[in-house]
């Protein structure tokens, strides 16, 4: 057993004994370093050296491996044999790893030499090409750069792009930019808007908006019937039919007066006679004519008169009344007409309460005109 131990431990010192470098050969297929006498040799590759130390550790790591796999199997015994097995790997094992790892740093150092060399060539040519235009530039204002002759482009080497490097200006781009441009496109002869001056003083009275989308059809009118050029009526189409006319008639900047269409027919039409912004009147259209008539009397903000009239007839002529008298919604005074002149009045008990307490009989509007 002490023998044994003696052994190892020899062997351990030897192996950690030397450190200084001990030069190798190239693995195949590696470029060789380039000297004085070769100047056409390949580019410079470091030489590759292996020193004591790692050799010793190489020799370190193997027995430590037997050592490890033979204890596991035979105990003290096993251990001495798998060092002999560590030693044996070592002699057998070392050279073809150094070779493999120094053919693979040497391949990794060739790809790295020619994408250096791609990108000198890229720069190459790009400074050359940064000459040319500098001295088109300058033979004038409208010199444009010639073409390089085809002999040149098929010589010229393809060069692996650099991710890094801007990349090169087209030369159609360069040739055109001592170009003069080419005249723009005459603009397309539809308008969205058409102002006009209908009455010839120099005043824009009326603007027309089209569909975008459907050139020549009409969505909006805007027109100043004063002649200021203040716009106070806006009519709105829709398929190029009237749907709406809002008009100002108090000249205060906004509607007052809402007519709306069915076809080609009045349907509706609502005015806010105060100019609080809130319908007080509204008469409704039956065929384009008056059929009924909704008035806010007592200005609580809902109709308290309605008026019917006689669509069969041609003008407006009132056949029935209904008042609301104490502006609670229902009505309280019915009048009824025959062509148009009073034939009779009914009378809730609440309105004929109130008629009582107020001693007179309200004026209806069929009596008004």
């Known amino acids: ?102 053919a693979k740093i040497g391949s990794e150092q060739q790809k790295d030499q020619q994408l250096e060399a791609a990108i000198e060539q890229e720069l190459e040519r790009q400074r050359a090409l940064e000459t040319q235009i500098s001295g088109s530039s300058a033979s004038g204002p409208l010199a444009t750069t010639s073409p390089a002759p085809a002999a040149t482009q098929s010589q ?57 989308q459907k050139p020549g059809e009409i969505i909006r009118q805007e027109e100043a019937t004063k002649g200021d050029g203040r716009v106070d009526t806006w009519s709105y189409f829709k398929d190029g039919k009237l749907t709406r006319r809002d008009v100002d008639t108090k000249q205060q900047g906004r509607p007052d007066t809402f007519y709306y269409y069915d076809g080609d027919k009045l349907a509706r039409e609502e005015h806010d006679e105060t100019g609080q912004g809130r319908i007080t009147s509204r008469a409704i259209y039956e065929g384009g004519r008056l059929a009924k008539v909704e008035k806010n009397i007592n200005g609580q903000g809902r109709p308290d008169l309605w008026v019917y009239y006689d669509t069969t007839k041609e003008g407006e002529t009132v056949i029935k009344e209904e008042r609301d008298l104490n502006g609670d919604g229902l009505v309280d005074l019915w009048t009824y007409y025959e062509n148009g002149r009073l034939a009779r009045r009914d009378v809730s008990a609440v309105g004929l309460e109130l008629l009582s307490k107020s001693e007179q009989i309200p004026v209806s509007t069929a009596e008004l005109r």
């Not at 010192?13 to 470029?31: E, F, M, N, T």
């Not at 603007?207 to 975008?212: A, G, H, L, Q």
């Open 1 to 102: 057993m002490m023998k044994r131990s003696g052994f190892a431990l020899m062997v351990l010192l030897l192996a950690q004994a030397g450190c200084d470098p001990v030069p190798v050969q190239y693995p195949p297929g590696s470029i060789p370093y380039p000297n004085a006498n070769n100047p056409s040799a390949a580019p410079a590759q470091p030489q590759f050296q292996i020193s004591g130390c790692q050799r010793g550790q190489h020799v370190w790591g193997s027995i430590m491996e037997g050592v490890a796999m033979g204890s596991s199997i035979a105990g003290p015994y096993g251990a001495g044999a798998g060092l002999l097995i560590g030693l044996i790997k070592h002699a057998v094992t070392f050279e073809s790893e150094c070779a493999q790892l120094y």
């Open 156 to 212: 010229a080497p393809q060069s692996k792009p650099n991710p890094q490097s801007k990349p090169a200006p087209d030369r159609a781009v360069l040739a055109s930019l001592g170009k003069p441009s080419a005249p723009a496109p005459p603009a397309s002869p539809f308008k969205n808007v058409d102002v006009r001056d209908t009455n010839g003083d120099g005043v824009p009275d009326l603007w027309i908006y089209y569909d975008p």
